[in-house]
């Protein structure tokens, strides 16, 4: 009893990060792994242009870590993630080209000092609601909240009305569809169907270096690796585990006294906020935005990430982001007739027989292998207990 | 400028005709859908395809015969329209055999799956008829208008899509509630196992009624080219609209699929006088998903016991 | 206005039609505190539907249910079960891929907020509690394990346990016993007359020896209506009873 209850109980709080964080060791090796190629691989081996490449797959895999925890975790699919994606990404080119707009470059204008596709629109005062993008902070805060407020928007109604998991995909499809066109046919506004384009600078620092795209990826890199260890620490928490038992139990949770509507739309806004984060720094790598980057094909596409990854694994979000993306660039231009029927059966291949994506691949295949491997090296040491507890294969959520 | 009242009923006659034209090619996109997604309760995202492969059917056949038998130009629709809902039909029951069988209790998935073969069916468009819009070549007849008064011009086209709506509804329901293929289709949505072991063949019961669905959509498509030419991408036109229509109805109501269709019909006969093309959809869409707030599992939706 | 009574559950002319099948039909039925009610009846009768609406999965068409004199027929599941409601299922119903323990734990009645589960802790308080339920059910060596590799009795005394982990004043049992073997149903005959002890019970069940086992009171529901009421001996004697029922 005593044994149990220090095995189980939250009290060490070191233990009780450990846990959070990491989950196991294998937690901490998988996490290691992708720091080091994310942060020292990567880096010593490719060169800017393909650097920033990498960081511009990195982007989507902020929503692929959105939809690991909304629809791997919570059985929630959405199939409008761009829209999110679209709006962290157009509020960082907002503020961007607010700044490569000063009154100086855009001189030859008919009004000096507004954004270049408003003054082709003939649109002669900045419109009220670009305002509080001159501010970077500002803009910041919208990167952050805007998303979590359109989430909730988006979906409070549909869950408390209890709309089926596929209805539901098929709204947030036709919401990312109402994006595209409402940003289409506000050319004046948003920039329509071009988008946001030449952005320059950031605060005076110039984005297009190679200095900068370097920095940039840096950048990118830690916030994914922030945003991991933060959504391992929400999966970890009963929070996590009532998402994925109302997942699998709608009813049951419910009659356990848990709001179910409530934790849905929480999970639908945190995914919203991750994959906007992924949009903010897609823009400034990229160094424009627009709505084709986030109409229904961008955002089934986010989804296939996810899937090749490994729906339920948050580290696995990020290969397939990098998998699919490197894929697409090497093939599409290769052989784009082509590579759209490996992409069309790559959807189908995942659901008929990997429906864990890479994920499960890894968990059924290689690790058993590794611990073969593992428990030949360490039976010539000498035993240490609290390991052999570690190296049990468990279904853990630490890949 | 005055307008006369005989004028003034004139225009609105011609307006509601032309509404109703809307509202018929809202139904037909929904209907096969109907089928696959309010009674099986399955997804099929490649269902814009299926329209476009009826579409594709009916332009290459009017292409054979205007080469080939100069003769049958004036006739041959009504020879695409049935060798459309074949091959479509067949498509369908191939799809349904190889892929859809396999995930009738994975919905989402179902989802996925099927996009992936839209991707596939589009990229086989474009890589073997063709990237180029082409349009079927239409004959005279079906172009012209009928006079109903000296005012009044109601184009055939138009007269020719009601009666097809309505000749595929009364046939949906008839199949459904009178045929014996349809009454087990029903039977199996409501209780699989049950009509299993009733000794009722249910996967070749879903496998026909996927195929039907497939087949319907495709004799839509096949008229949607007197409207508009087609593409290997003409699918994305079709595919939000088709579901949203379908889920505003209610899932699994007929009936909720003609009151939404007409419901969508008007308001963006409304909204698209007012505004331009993309903003009026904006705002229909935003009022549909308004209305969906309101109206959750559909307007037409009856309480049944779980 | 219903007036207020002291039972712990008072349902007074409670209706509910699905198009236009009037699956319980003005139904009247009152539970004491501390009672343990059975409720009988042939397949069809309305009893699951009953618990459905106590428990508000399903929304009454007319009638009121009050449970210690609070109106809940407008109210939500969650809130339902917050006042002190618990119900288990017909089929076992428990999280598969979470461990015996994490099921145990996910019902504990603390921190069912989104803030709340976010900062939840397994103080030594909690898992004390825990521990306490799996020895209860039998399950206290099985706490690792996957729930999905329990055996079929194991799982609905698992579902037992989270109910007993929510400590809820009136726990409601769908066919608690079926599909276990004779020595688990026993078992669970203890198990649910200790669970009666603290708190009132009802319960759906179609094994009549069972019935007789653990009953103070049964009620026989024939299409949504109430048949008859009273102790094992006065139900089993009633002739309408035994027509509708126990006759075949």
């Keep these: ?399 | 400028m005055e307008y006369s009242i005989e004028e003034i009923i004139s225009i609105v006659v011609m307006q509601s005709f032309s509404g109703v034209s809307l509202m018929c090619i809202y139904a037909l996109m929904g209907l096969g859908l109907y089928i696959i997604f309010g009674q099986m309760g399955v997804i099929n995202m490649a269902h814009a395809e299926f329209l476009v492969l009826g579409s594709y059917t009916m332009c290459l056949f009017s292409q054979l015969v205007t080469e080939h038998m100069p003769f049958l130009t004036n006739y041959y629709v009504v020879l695409a329209i049935p060798l459309s809902f074949g091959i479509a039909f067949g498509v369908g029951y191939l799809v349904e055999w190889s892929l859809i069988s396999r995930l009738y209790k994975r919905p989402l998935d179902t989802l996925l799956a099927t996009w992936g073969l839209s991707l596939i069916m589009q990229q086989s468009f474009r890589t073997f008829i063709g990237a180029r819009e082409t349009s079927a070549t239409l004959p005279e007849w079906l172009l012209g208008s009928w006079s109903a008064t000296d005012t009044i011009d109601i184009p055939v086209s138009g007269l020719v899509l009601l009666g097809l709506t309505i000749l595929l509804t009364l046939g949906l329901i008839f199949y459904t509630k009178k045929t014996r293929m349809g009454l087990r289709m029903q039977a199996t949505t409501q209780n699989r196992e049950m009509t299993g072991a009733l000794g009722i063949n249910t996967k070749m019961t879903d496998r026909f009624s996927f195929a039907i669905a497939c087949g319907i959509s495709g004799i839509a498509g096949a008229f949607f080219t007197t409207m508009a030419s087609t593409s290997p991408s003409a699918g994305e036109n079709y595919i939000v609209d088709s579901f949203l229509v379908l889920v505003v109805g209610g899932l699994g109501s007929l009936a909720g699929l003609f009151v939404s269709a007409g419901f969508l019909a008007l308001l963006s006969s409304i909204l698209e006088f007012f505004m331009t093309g993309s903003i009026a959809k904006v705002i229909l869409y935003v009022i549909i998903f308004i209305t969906l707030m309101k109206f959750t599992k559909g307007i037409f939706y009856s309480k049944v016991r779980s | 206005m219903p007036s207020n009574t002291d039972f712990l559950l008072a349902i007074e002319d409670l209706t509910v039609s699905f198009d236009g099948f009037k699956a319980v039909d003005d139904l009247t039925l009152y539970v004491d505190k501390g009672e343990l009610r059975v409720i009988i009846g042939p397949n069809g009768a309305g009893k699951t539907t009953v618990l459905d609406l106590i428990s508000g999965k399903t929304k009454s068409s007319a009638g009121s249910i009050r449970y210690n004199n609070k109106e809940i027929t407008k109210m939500r599941e969650h809130e339902i079960v917050r006042l002190g409601i618990g119900r288990k299922f017909q089929t076992p119903s428990i999280y598969d891929k979470l461990t015996v323990f994490e099921n145990l734990e996910i019902s504990y009645p603390q921190g069912r907020s989104i803030n709340g589960s976010l900062g939840f802790k397994r103080t030594d308080k909690v898992v004390k509690r825990i521990l306490e339920v799996a020895e209860e059910i039998f399950l206290i060596d099985l706490l690792d394990l996957e729930a999905e590799l329990l055996s079929h009795g194991q799982k609905q005394w698992l579902e037992i346990g989270m109910l007993l982990v929510q400590d809820p004043e009136l726990v409601m049992l769908d066919e608690p016993v079926a599909g276990m073997t004779a020595k688990e149903r026993d078992e669970t005959a203890i198990l649910l007359k200790k669970m009666a002890k603290e708190r009132s019970v009802i319960i759906i069940e179609h094994d009549m020896d069972f019935v007789a086992k653990i009953a103070d009171r049964v009620t026989v529901l024939h299409l949504g209506k109430i048949l008859k009421e009273g102790t094992m001996e006065e139900v089993q004697s009633d002739p309408t009873v035994k027509e509708v029922y126990l006759g075949h």
């Design chain 1, 1 to 399: 009893m005593m044994n149990n209850l220090q095995k189980y109980s939250d009290s060490s709080i070191k233990k009780f990060l450990f846990e959070r964080f990491f989950k196991n060791k294998e937690g901490v090796i998988g996490f290691a792994i992708i720091a080091v190629l994310l942060l020292v691989l990567f880096p010593t081996i490719f060169s800017t242009f393909r650097l920033n490449m990498i960081g511009k797959y990195l982007c989507y895999a902020f929503v692929s870590l959105g939809l690991v925890m909304c629809w791997g975790r919570a059985g929630i699919l959405s199939l409008g993630q761009g829209l999110f994606f679209g709006l962290g990404g157009y509020c960082m080119a907002m503020f961007l080209k607010l700044e490569a707009s000063d009154p100086e470059s855009t001189a030859i204008q008919t009004t000096p000092g507004i954004p270049d596709f408003m003054d082709w629109n003939q649109i002669t005062e900045l419109p009220a609601m670009w305002y509080p993008f001159k501010s970077l902070s500002l803009t910041i805060l919208l990167i952050l909240t805007l998303p979590a407020i359109l989430a909730y928007i988006m979906s409070v109604f549909y869950f408390k009305g209890r709309v089926t998991g596929v209805v539901f995909a098929i709204l947030t499809q036709s919401m990312v569809a109402c994006a595209w066109y409402f940003i289409v046919g506000n050319q004046g506004l948003f920039g329509g169907i071009n988008g946001i384009t030449d952005l320059k600078t950031l605060k005076g620092w110039d984005i297009r270096s190679e200095e900068a795209q370097t920095t940039l990826y840096f950048v990118c890199c830690i916030l994914l690796l922030i945003t991991i260890l933060l959504s391992r620490y929400i999966m970890s928490t009963r929070l996590g585990r009532v998402l994925v038992a109302q997942r699998d139990k709608e009813m049951r949770v419910r009659f356990s006294g848990y709001s179910i509507t409530s934790f849905k739309i929480f999970v639908f806004c945190l995914a919203g906020v991750v994959s906007s984060i992924g949009g903010a720094m897609f823009t400034l790598q990229v160094g424009f935005m627009s709505p084709n980057l986030i109409g229904i094909k961008p955002s089934i596409d986010m989804v296939i990430f996810t899937a090749v990854g490994g729906r339920e694994s948050l580290l696995g979000a990020v290969y397939g982001a990098l998998a699919v993306n490197a894929a697409k660039t090497t093939f599409s231009e290769a052989y784009p007739n082509l590579w759209t029927f490996i992409y069309g059966a790559t959807f189908i291949i995942i659901v008929l027989f990997l429906p864990k994506g890479l994920a499960g691949l890894y968990e059924n295949f290689i690790k058993p292998q590794l611990y073969k491997i593992i428990c030949k090296f360490s039976s010539k040491k000498t035993e240490d207990s609290d390991d052999s507890t570690n190296l049990k294969p468990t279904v853990t959520d630490a890949k």
